[in-house]
């Protein structure tokens, strides 16, 4: 039975594959067999061909991102290049419309003061609007970007239920990009984006590469504009130092040149001379003063704070009594040693004679007092003389700015306390208002205890 079995399977499968006609090859369970193996086999070729498929769409658009990457940093490069405004906006809407395909762009600039957007760069065919032209920040686009601080891509701006419908006859299409422009919390304007070359609506993969701009153009600005500020800032610096050298060495050198002429009497002479003396000696003040500013302070100098206080007020005890000035120190004993004695020093005897010099008219009080607060010294100098209003309490520390007459400074003083103050790790604030004194607070960090107390037990 077993033979016969195992023959007649054999002559089955032979009948199988060689197709003849037999009831057997028609209807046996060997062809629904094959065939299932062959349809499995055959979508099992198809699902290795969708996945094949989805790799190569998959690493297609890949591919395409690591080049929108590059082109992206190639364009983060180009827009810190810029070394002005000018050439900085035009570079990064040259290279925003190049990565989105564009054809036209503008930003605009947010004026807070006005509530206006200024045209700062446009670019493209026939231009809505003219660079330097003031807008209103109103409801299309920008402005609702600008109310918002959100980025925007309106697909059809005709269909956007959240924009009156309006007419787009200057634009290819009604799509439109518009992201902010800001960095940390500031809002700098608006970039806009329109008319892909295509005519197809802009992606969110466009939005967020505009965005990707916006936020490089954001930190270049800010960049830039203290670049420039820096610039102004050092140029009305040389421009002051100039004329305060010029005026005492002109001075010096014509009253020398009248001494040098033997027709004027021997008093006169020595007038010119004494002149002379005068301005050769606000030129060495004002040198002095420019040291000052460069000079870094011994940082292992340990002092009291309060003896130096003392030294700075007895020191100018005189200049107190002419002018009917009363001194009230109130000082915390005990307080732990600070570093820079010679810098301190200097701070508190300009922040006393800036006070004398404030109450020189009708007298008054200077109270100063000293504090500790954890690991800070605070000394605090309040005077009861006419007070500054808010302009004149923003420039206070700029160098070369003062609130005196001519001739009796030349604005570097509190530039050089508020130096002194940082190099020493500390800060030096001022409080004034109009009618009611002014106070300024010098704060310095204290040697801390144990640091004390191996200073003073080192040998030596």
Not at 233 to 250: T, Y
Not at 312 to 322: I, P, S, T
Not at 405 to 423: S, Y
């Amino acid at each position: 039975m077993s033979s016969e079995a195992s023959h007649g399977g054999h002559g089955s499968e032979a009948i199988l594959l060689s197709g003849t006609g037999s009831s057997l090859a028609d209807g046996s369970p060997w062809r629904a067999v094959e065939r299932r193996v062959l349809l499995t086999k055959l979508q099992d070729l198809e699902r290795r061909a969708r996945r094949l498929e989805y790799l190569e769409t998959r690493l297609r658009d890949l591919n395409h991102e690591v080049q929108l990457l590059n082109r992206l940093g190639e364009a983060t490069h180009a827009i810190h290049n810029a070394t002005d405004c000018g050439g900085l906006f035009r570079t990064a809407l040259e290279q925003c419309l190049g990565l989105l395909r564009a054809e036209r762009g503008s930003i605009l600039l947010y004026e807070p003061a006005s509530e206006e957007f200024v045209v700062a760069r446009v670019c493209g065919p026939c231009p809505v609007v003219s660079e330097g032209k003031r807008l209103p920040v109103g409801q299309g686009v920008a402005g609702y970007v600008a109310r918002m601080r959100q980025a925007l891509c309106v697909a059809d701006i005709q269909s956007d239920g959240r924009f009156p419908v309006r007419d787009c006859g200057s634009y290819a299409t009604g799509s439109f990009v518009s992201v902010p422009i800001g960095t940390n919390g500031t809002f700098v304007g608006v970039l806009n984006v329109a008319d892909r070359s295509d005519q197809r609506p802009f992606s969110g993969k466009d939005l967020r590469t505009a965005m990707a701009v916006a936020r490089e153009l954001a930190a270049a600005v800010d960049r830039v504009r203290r670049q420039e500020d820096s610039r102004t800032l050092e140029g009305q610096f040389f421009s002051k130092l100039a004329h305060e050298l010029r005026n005492p060495l002109d001075g010096a050198l014509r009253f020398i040149n009248l001494t040098l002429a033997d027709q004027h009497p021997e008093e006169r002479r020595r007038r010119y001379l004494m002149a002379s003396k005068q301005g050769l000696e606000r030129l060495t003040s004002i040198v002095n003063s420019l040291t000052g500013m460069g000079r870094q302070p011994r940082s292992d100098e340990e002092t009291d704070i309060n003896e130096l206080i003392t030294q700075a007020v007895v020191l100018q005890e005189g200049k107190a009594e002419e002018r009917s000035i009363r001194v009230h120190l109130d000082l915390q004993p005990s307080l732990p040693p600070v570093t820079g004695c010679g810098g301190l020093f200097q701070v508190f005897t300009n922040l006393v004679s800036n006070a004398y010099d404030a109450m020189e008219k009708d007298g008054g009080v200077l109270s100063v007092t000293s504090r500790q607060a954890g690991d800070t010294i605070a000394v605090r100098f309040a005077d009861t003389g006419p007070g500054m209003p808010l302009d004149v309490v923003e420039r206070i520390f700029a160098p070369f700015f003062t609130t005196k007459r001519a001739g009796k400074g030349m604005g570097l003083g509190l530039a050089v306390c508020r130096e002194i103050a940082a190099r020493l790790g500390g800060r030096i604030d001022v409080a004034s208002e109009p009618g009611t004194g002014t106070t300024f607070t010098l704060s310095v960090p204290c040697v801390p205890a144990r640091a004390a107390t191996e200073l003073q037990e080192r040998p030596g």
